[in-house]
């Protein structure tokens, strides 16, 4: 089955020690809500410090994971990634074992660290492949179901074992992830790119797309913090925003499969194009206009844009470098910009009301399109960026 659905062996040899990095990396940024609450019940944090132990965790990861892809370029990514995952299986068995808070926050920020270097060496291999969007995907579908699988399993490991059991399901997820990192390719020698010829004609289109993955993902952090007020505003009960944010992350999955169906079928960069531009209009909608309908099918509309616009995003991301450093770069930016977005939307909340994110989300993605129409322009006549663009 596998083989129908990416028909080429370097795909499918990349995919497994790719889906092993995201369980590692994006785990904890989809259970943060859980964790938190776990945290705070137990009563080694505040409400507060939770938060920001977690915003920690991802903010360390992310930076570790740009810092590594902008200066410092491995011959041995497989070597790199491993020693990544075993830190972070480091970091997060500390976490079992920590008597006080500040023991504690220092084996966040090891794991923290640990995914960072998974993410800077694993993530770099998808430049490598052929059909990198339908990949990128595939990875996110596992990334969603992952997360789901352990939202039902925490809670009862929560009730028997406390917060250590939490970080128990992460421990198991962390020894997975590292085991199909050992399958990770090792680069070819005619993939061995200097670091003067790894900064090359390309470094003005790697910042562009930089910078428009960082504001529209921390435009879709601030969004999302505020999804609950936006919904009691329109009208809905506490058990009605719940019953839409499942809806929604199913619709995820969705628009994720979407996106791998459609791969180039109707050009890469309209596509990313016209779904940046839907998901933006669908933030306004959702934070501007109080009407139960109109909320529902913005929402709707926005969970299908979502993950499928960023897929495209990251695979023009693999195709501008092959070295792999922009894409783990990206995916780093990702993480930072979702775990800044909420810092974002009070401060924009307290200052100009919560209808104010809307109109800030649609200015950064309005921001993005400008950069990657930059992009297009500039490259669309060297062939193997035009090939991903037209």
């Not at 080429?8 to 990095?21: E, N, V």
């Not at 491995?74 to 790199?80: F, S, V």
């Not at 579908?141 to 809670?155: D, E, G, Q, R, Y």
């Not at 529209?216 to 009691?232: H, I, K, N």
Request: overall charge positive; proline content about 3%.
């Amino acid at each position: 089955m596998l083989r129908n659905i990416l028909p080429h062996k370097r795909d499918r040899m990349i995919l497994f020690p790719a889906a092993g990095s995201q369980l590692i990396v994006t785990t904890a940024l989809f259970l943060m809500p859980t964790l938190i609450d776990t945290l705070q019940v137990a009563g080694i944090f505040s409400a507060r410090g939770a938060g920001l132990l977690l915003s920690m965790e991802l903010a360390v990861s992310a930076l570790t994971t740009l810092g590594l892809s902008a200066w410092f370029r491995t011959e041995h990514p497989r070597a790199w990634a491993l020693s990544g995952g075993l830190l972070t299986i480091g970091g997060t068995a500390l976490t079992l074992l920590a008597p006080s808070p500040s023991l504690f926050f220092v084996s966040r920020l090891i794991a923290g660290i640990g995914a960072g270097i998974v993410a800077a060496n694993a993530t770099s291999v998808l430049s490598r492949g052929i059909d990198r969007e339908k990949i990128i995907a595939i990875l996110t579908m596992i990334s969603i179901v992952n997360a789901a699988l352990w939202l039902v399993v925490m809670p009862y490991s929560v009730d028997r074992f406390g917060y250590r059991g939490a970080y128990a399901c992460i421990l198991l997820i962390c020894l997975a992830g590292t085991c199909l990192l050992a399958r990770l390719p090792s680069s070819p020698a005619r993939q061995q790119v200097s670091r003067q010829s790894s900064r090359s004609p390309l470094s003005s289109a790697a910042a562009l797309v930089v910078l428009a993955i960082f504001l529209t993902q921390l435009g879709q952090g601030a969004f999302w913090s505020l999804e609950d007020s936006f919904g009691r505003r329109a009208g809905f009960s506490s058990h009605g925003i719940g019953v839409l944010l499942s809806a929604a992350t199913l619709l995820l999955l969705l628009g994720a499969m979407g996106a791998a169906w459609a791969g180039d079928r109707f050009g890469r960069f309209p596509s990313m194009q016209s779904l940046i531009l839907v998901n933006a209009v669908s933030i306004v909608l959702i934070s501007t206009v109080a009407v139960h309908w109109v909320f529902i099918a913005a929402n709707v509309l926005q969970a299908v844009t979502n993950l499928s616009s960023l897929i495209y995003q990251l695979g023009l991301s693999a195709s501008l470098d092959h070295t792999g450093r922009l894409v783990a770069a990206a995916t780093g930016l990702v993480t930072l910009g979702n775990g800044l977005g909420p810092s974002l939307s009070t401060s924009l909340s307290a200052a100009f009301g919560a209808s104010s994110v809307g109109i800030v989300v649609l200015t950064f993605n309005i921001l993005a399109l400008i950069a990657y129409s930059a992009i297009r322009f500039r490259y669309a006549g060297e062939s193997r960026v035009s090939a991903y663009l037209t």
